[in-house]
């Protein structure tokens, strides 16, 4: 088996990357207690998760080769049940124009739309990471029936709002951009609005359940 | 107020950047020669991270409508305060209704212009600087545009000072990546070994590169943290150079990290410029930045002597 391991990403951060293709619960439990023990700190500009890896980008970079013993040290010091996670209920109007891309899916898969309304809203998701835009979490874990690839041609304007899947993961479009996802409804949650506090609804590792409301097919 | 007549190309304003939401989703931005922005700062007694003007290619045209000190650095893209030629790296005086105005260079890509006492601009999570992309910071989180004004407190004449700004070149420092070692092994070398050009759909997210030999490969990897300064190597071999309004993670692997002295000669590249890469080590990169810090305390410590001495 490979070992977690650290390395360095220029002059300025220092990764501690999992080396593995996922993590079960446990270790991105520990992870995110990682994450959030770190956060307390005042020496990294920023720390961010990854699907398999943390990133410090220090202050300074003086401590980088230090950084990189103390974290293998840390890692084995947190234990999953150090993360307590909040839970965000989030409605969801599914199909239609809400979700233009429920109704061809159900014929894909050979499901009704409602049992994929069923399956979709079934999980307590989780908050792996984000990226791509401010706001935009990814969700793990899609259940397997619902596993599908990104489009063969990503739509140029996605409303925001949107939730949406692509493979293992779901998510929601913060805001109005191009995207390649199928979109399965639509959300009215505001998810990030610079000029709140706190600014970003979702935090690594907070916990997600979707909401089917009565407006939409459910 | 300074009056946007004709913003040319791109205009918007930046800082030194949005640091600690990259866990978020959000980029850093800021402005992408940051040299320029503390030395444009420095000339004027501001602090470091004072927003300043970014003006990409030029055409820009500029009204000072109240009196200011104000400041010119970056690349040379032909400035002149109404006929006056002005030079990068200068401090002067503007009076009310004065012209600012830039042509363009084949030799340059981006200027910045600070105001002493700076603009007059609403802090969003922690910055001035425009994000782009997700439309917020600067004014209205989008590019200035023709009727923007922009406010700043009216301030007396200072004389005219010079600094010396580092050059700018085309080949620049890097570290080897941490991905090297599952692609092929020699692949920093390789990238090393000839020159990139930069490609017409390069922006402030990224610089674009292609080669005669592309390093293709299929090596995917998990999501994890990019940077500004990252080098990206998608399957198809043309590396991509991250710069300051990257996405905070991506897939694709890591061949190495522009040093973050070397990240301003990024500024000035256009599409058809080549550049070319060497490897360097974390303590000389340390060095380089030193060296930065010690040349913008010397300026100081020099402007301090220098307006003593005139007042």
């Known amino acids: 088996m490979i070992q977690e391991q650290t390395y360095l990403l220029g002059e300025q951060a220092v990764v501690l990357d999992l080396n593995c293709a996922r993590l079960d619960n446990t270790q991105q439990n520990r992870l995110f207690a990682l994450h959030r023990h770190l956060q307390k700190q005042a020496q990294c500009t920023d720390i961010v998760v990854g699907k398999t890896s943390l990133t410090l980008v220090l202050q300074d970079p003086t401590q980088c080769a230090s950084w990189q013993d103390q974290l293998l040290l840390l890692w084995e010091e947190f234990n999953a049940e150090d993360f307590h996670p909040t839970t965000h209920q989030i409605p969801v109007v599914y199909g239609q124009a809400a979700g233009p891309d429920l109704a061809p899916l159900a014929a894909q898969l050979g499901l009704s739309q409602s049992d994929i309304i069923e399956l979709h809203s079934a999980p307590l998701y989780q908050v792996k990471f984000l990226g791509f835009l401010p706001g935009f979490a990814y969700l793990g874990c899609v259940p397997e029936q619902l596993r599908v690839a990104r489009l063969d041609s990503p739509r140029t304007h996605v409303p925001a709002g949107s939730v949406a899947i692509a493979e293992d993961l779901s998510a929601i479009y913060p805001s109005t951009s191009p995207g390649g996802w199928r979109l399965l409804g639509h959300s009215p949650t505001q998810l990030f609005n610079p000029h709140s506090q706190p600014p970003c609804l979702f935090q690594p590792g907070d916990n997600v359940k979707f909401v089917p409301q009565k407006e939409g097919l459910c | ?311």
Not at chain 2, 2 to 28: A, E, F, N
Not at chain 2, 35 to 59: D, R, S
Not at chain 2, 76 to 99: E, N, S
Not at chain 2, 176 to 205: E, F, I, Y
């Open chain 2, 1 to 311: 107020m300074l009056d946007v007549i004709k913003p040319g190309v791109q205009l918007c304003i930046q800082d030194l950047g949005r640091h600690g939401h990259r866990h978020l989703g959000v980029s850093q931005s800021g402005a992408l020669d940051p040299l320029a922005v503390k030395i444009a700062n420095t000339l004027l007694g501001n602090p470091l991270n004072t927003a300043v003007l970014e003006i990409t290619v030029g055409l820009t045209q500029l009204r000072f409508t109240s009196a200011t000190n104000f400041a010119l650095t970056g690349g040379d893209l032909k400035a002149c305060l109404d006929d006056t030629p002005l030079t990068p790296g200068w401090r002067y005086y503007a009076k009310p209704g004065q012209l600012l105005s830039f042509a363009s260079s084949p030799d340059a890509l981006r200027a910045y212009v600070s105001v002493e006492g700076g603009f007059d601009l609403q802090n969003v999570m922690g910055s001035c600087a425009t994000d782009l992309q997700a439309g917020f910071g600067g004014i209205n989180g989008s590019s200035l545009a023709t009727g923007d004004q922009l406010h700043y407190t009216s301030c007396t004449e200072r004389h005219s000072v010079g600094a010396l700004q580092p050059g700018y070149h085309k080949q620049v420092r890097i570290l080897s990546g941490p991905h090297c070692t599952q692609l092929d092994s020699s692949v920093a070398q390789l990238l090393c070994a000839k020159s990139w050009q930069v490609l017409p759909d390069s922006n402030r997210m990224g610089m674009r590169l292609t080669g005669p030999d592309l390093l293709t490969h299929q090596l995917s990897i998990n999501s994890q943290a990019v940077l500004p300064g990252t080098i990206q190597l998608p399957p198809n071999g043309a590396p991509i150079v991250l710069l300051n309004d990257c996405q905070t993670t991506g897939g694709y692997p890591m061949i190495a990290q522009v040093i973050q002295a070397d990240l301003r000669h990024f500024a000035q590249l256009s599409a058809g410029d080549q550049i070319s890469f060497t490897l360097t080590t974390p303590a000389l990169a340390h060095q380089e930045t030193q060296q930065h810090n010690y040349h913008l305390n010397q300026l100081r410590i020099a402007l301090t002597h220098h307006d003593r001495s005139i007042s």
